[in-house]
């Protein structure tokens, strides 16, 4: 990635931290955690960034967002935004939920491991 690209990656990351109205999590399964590093290398997260998680383990994954066949699914993507979704709103709603976008940006990645050549996906 270019050195322009990168500082305007990281001029839209810092963006929306400054904007006070978005607030949310970032979870991931895999090599998803780049996302939200993004953020708080932009300076400001505490106005963007309620949480971030990343389970790697399978179960922890499971008894997050419940089991799954594959982790890397649109099944297992469904299950984090929903799950991450409702506990922003149960325990943030009732507090700023009037003047507040929340936001659960989730993503499972199957990235090259120690012993597997591929294939990679997200």
Do not use: H
């Not at 979870?27 to 932009?42: D, L």
């Not at 009732?94 to 996906?121: E, I, L, Q, S």
Request: aromatic share 12%.
């Amino acid at each position: 990635m270019s050195s322009k690209a990168l500082a305007q990656t990281q001029d839209k990351a810092l963006q929306l931290n400054l904007a006070t109205s978005i607030y949310g999590t970032f979870a991931e399964i895999g090599a998803g955690q780049e996302t939200a590093n993004w953020f708080f290398r932009a300076s400001g997260a505490a106005g963007t960034v309620a949480k971030t998680i990343s389970a790697y383990d399978m179960t922890v994954s499971d008894t997050l967002y419940g089991p799954v066949k594959r982790y890397v699914s649109e099944e297992r993507l469904k299950g984090m935004l929903d799950y991450e979704f409702s506990q922003l709103i149960n325990r943030l709603g009732p507090k700023r939920g009037k003047d507040t976008r929340f936001f659960a940006f989730c993503n499972t990645v199957k990235v090259k491991g120690y012993r597997d050549n591929g294939p990679w996906n997200g």
